[in-house]
C-alpha cells in the first residue's frame, strides 16, 4: 500500500498529464500552456 506522500503524489501527476492532455488538445485555451508551468513548477522537486 502506497503512503500518504506517494499517493498524493501520484494524484497529482495524473490531474497535471490529464491537464496537459486536455490544453495540448484544445488550442483555443491559450491559458493552458500558463497553467502548465504553473503546475510544473509546483510537481517538481
Known sequence: ????????SGTA???YLGLWRRSSQ???????AA???ILA???TP
Request: hydrophobic share 40%.
Open 26 to 32: 484544445d488550442k483555443l485555451k491559450p491559458d493552458g
Open 13 to 15: 501527476t495524473n490531474l
Open 41 to 43: 513548477d509546483r510537481l
Open 1 to 8: 500500500m502506497l503512503d500518504a506522500d506517494a499517493e498524493l
Open 35 to 37: 497553467a502548465n508551468r
